[in-house]
T-cell receptor, first 113, second 109 residues
Framework: DAGITQSPRHKVTETGTPVTLRCHQTENHRYMYWYRQDPGHGLRLIHYSYGVKDTDKGEVSDGYSVSRSKTEDFLLTLESATSSQTSVYFCAIMGGLNTGELFFGEGSRLTVL | RKEVEQDPGPFNVPEGATVAFNCTYSNSASQSFFWYRQDCRKEPKLLMS???SGNEDGRFTAQLNRASQYISLLIRDSKLSDSATYLC??????????FGAGTRLTVKP
């Protein structure tokens, strides 16, 4: 158990509304990631963080922003949700740079109507 | 062209069968390779890392062919509990891990 929790686990919202997903970890890991998973695409990196207030864009960052004001929390925000952002969102932490192993949260299923 | 490509399957095999999955990658600078397993509606979990010399973990064998840019996963003596989606993961550094779309395996009695 890598001590990662995501909230909310399920959310239905309407186009144009803001949405924030939260990832919380209890083991003081430096690297945290947000991925989205869609059929036929696998997991794609949205943003990642390598420390408090240190973040960078991933492969599919358009329409998303992130913040990390504390080591334990990594927030993903959709400023104005669109139907194309309907997806399952996974937060992950890097278990160790030597192993390259990612530990994932249980996922947040977002539906944008 | 996707950076990491996998046959989506599904692979339907009987218990006890041997099954192999391949994965190709396009970035020749890739340094790290992994297989993850994902059960339906669950998060992915690391199955095994893939080393240049190939490696084995019980019934699972992973191999890497850098010249042809593919990795493989062999599962021997398949169990019902092996039913899952297997994700190929490739990285040129540990902050940019690229996932394949996954290969779905169903093992039947």
């Amino acid at each position: 158990d890598a001590g990662i929790t995501q909230s909310p686990r399920h959310k239905v919202t309407e186009t144009g509304t803001p949405v924030t997903l939260r990832c919380h970890q209890t083991e003081n890991h430096r690297y945290m990631y947000w991925y989205r998973q869609d059929p036929g695409h696998g997991l794609r990196l949205i943003h990642y963080s390598y420390g408090v207030k240190d973040t960078d864009k991933g492969e599919v960052s358009d329409g998303y922003s992130v913040s990390r004001s504390k080591t334990e929390d990594f927030l993903l925000t959709l400023e104005s949700a669109t139907s194309s952002q309907t997806s399952v969102y996974f937060c992950a932490i890097m278990g160790g740079l030597n192993t390259g192993e990612l530990f994932f949260g249980e996922g947040s299923r977002l539906t944008v109507l | 062209r996707k950076e990491v490509e996998q046959d989506p399957g599904p692979f339907n095999v009987p218990e006890g069968a041997t099954v192999a999955f391949n994965c190709t990658y396009s970035n020749s600078a890739s340094q790290s390779f992994f297989w993850y397993r994902q059960d339906c509606r669950k998060e992915p979990k690391l199955l095994m890392s893939v080393y240049s010399s190939g490696n084995e973990d019980g019934r699972f064998t992973a191999q890497l062919n850098r010249a042809s840019q593919y990795i493989s996963l062999l599962i021997r003596d398949s169990k019902l509990s092996d039913s899952a989606t297997y994700l190929c993961v490739v990285s040129d550094n540990n902050n940019d891990m690229r996932f394949g779309a996954g290969t779905r395996l169903t093992v039947k009695p």
